[in-house]
């Protein structure tokens, strides 16, 4: 068992955790799911959010997640990758982590994504004739097993 799988069954998350393989798990909350594993030196938790951005309110959209980012205090922040997907991150070095901080980061990124997810797609994509529903908005966790 690696280090990193140690520290979720001592944070109490490794039941939770679908093991992706040594150093990557997959959790879920609620209607978002989060990735967690070691990258280099670092611990990082992903909860990918959405796939594309709103057209036309994207000002207004990144307006909302710089807000959310100020409302969770630096415990996680909403980033743009450059494949356009936006999710929602948390990291630190992986040197001198304990189960309990981990625990609290991979938590805070799956309880905020879930939280805000929603509250979002409400927000800024619902009600869009424009896109069929074939191509409406990848968006978190949808259809994955449930494990909060």
């Given at each position: 068992m690696s280090d990193f799988h140690k520290l979720l069954a001592e944070a109490g998350l490794a039941e939770k955790a679908e093991r992706l393989d040594d150093r990557l798990v997959r959790l879920q909350w609620g209607s978002a799911f989060v990735i967690?594993?070691?990258?280099?030196?670092?611990?990082v938790a992903i909860a990918p959010m959405f796939k594309t951005l709103p057209a036309g309110k994207e000002a207004a959209f990144f307006r909302k997640l710089l807000e959310h980012n100020a409302h969770m205090g630096g415990i996680a922040s909403f980033a743009l990758q450059p494949d356009g997907w936006v999710v929602l991150l948390a990291g630190r070095a992986l040197k001198g982590l304990d189960a309990s901080e981990l625990g609290t980061?991979?938590?805070a990124v799956g309880k905020f994504a879930?939280?805000?997810?929603?509250?979002?797609?409400?927000?800024?994509?619902?009600?869009?004739?424009?896109?069929?529903?074939?191509?409406?908005?990848?968006?978190?966790?949808?259809?994955?097993?449930?494990?909060d």
């Open positions: 967690s594993g070691i990258s280099g030196s670092a611990v980061m991979i938590a879930d939280q805000f997810d929603d509250q979002r797609i409400e927000e800024f994509y619902a009600g869009r004739r424009d896109v069929p529903i074939e191509q409406a908005p990848e968006v978190s966790g949808a259809n994955l097993p449930q494990t």
